[in-house]
Nanobody, 115 residues
Framework: QVQLVESGGGLVQAGGSLRLSCAASGSTFGTNVMSWYRQAPGKQRELVAT???????NYDDSVKGRFTISRDNAKNTVYLQMNSLKPEDTAVYYC?????????WGQGTQVTVSS
C-alpha cells in the first residue's frame, strides 16, 4: 500500500504562483511514476505532468513553460511548481503514484486562480 498526502493548494491571483507537494509513504520502493492530475468542475480528470523515478518528465501542452514537476526521492516527495497561473488552471489537483504494486491517489488539493 502507498499513502499520498498533498499540500500547497490555495487561492491566488492570475499571474501568481503556487507550489504543490505530495509526500508518499508505504511501499514506495522500486521503479515508479509520480504524476499530478487535475479536475475542474464538470470536467474529466486530466493529466498535468509526470516524472519517473529517474527524473524523466512530461507535461500537458496547456502547462508547458509554466509548470515544473520535480521529485526528491530521499523524501519520497513530488512537487509541482506552478507559475503564471491562469483562471483556467482552477481545479482540484491530485497526486498519483503508479508502480507494479498498484495505482494510488491522494485526496486532492484545491487550487483557485482569480482573474
Amino acid at each position: 500500500q502507498v499513502q499520498l498526502v498533498e499540500s500547497g493548494g490555495g487561492l491566488v491571483q492570475a499571474g501568481g504562483s503556487l507550489r504543490l507537494s505530495c509526500a508518499a509513504s508505504g511501499s514506495t520502493f522500486g521503479t515508479n511514476v509520480m504524476s499530478w492530475y487535475r479536475q475542474a468542475p464538470g470536467k474529466q480528470r486530466e493529466l498535468v505532468a509526470t516524472i519517473s523515478s529517474v527524473g524523466t518528465t512530461n507535461y500537458d501542452d496547456s502547462v508547458k513553460g509554466r509548470f515544473t514537476i520535480s521529485r526528491d526521492n530521499a523524501k519520497n516527495t513530488v512537487y509541482l511548481q506552478m507559475n503564471s497561473l491562469k483562471p483556467e488552471d482552477t481545479a482540484v489537483y491530485y497526486c498519483n503514484f503508479r508502480a507494479l504494486a498498484g495505482n494510488y491517489w491522494g485526496q486532492g488539493t484545491q487550487v483557485t486562480v482569480s482573474s
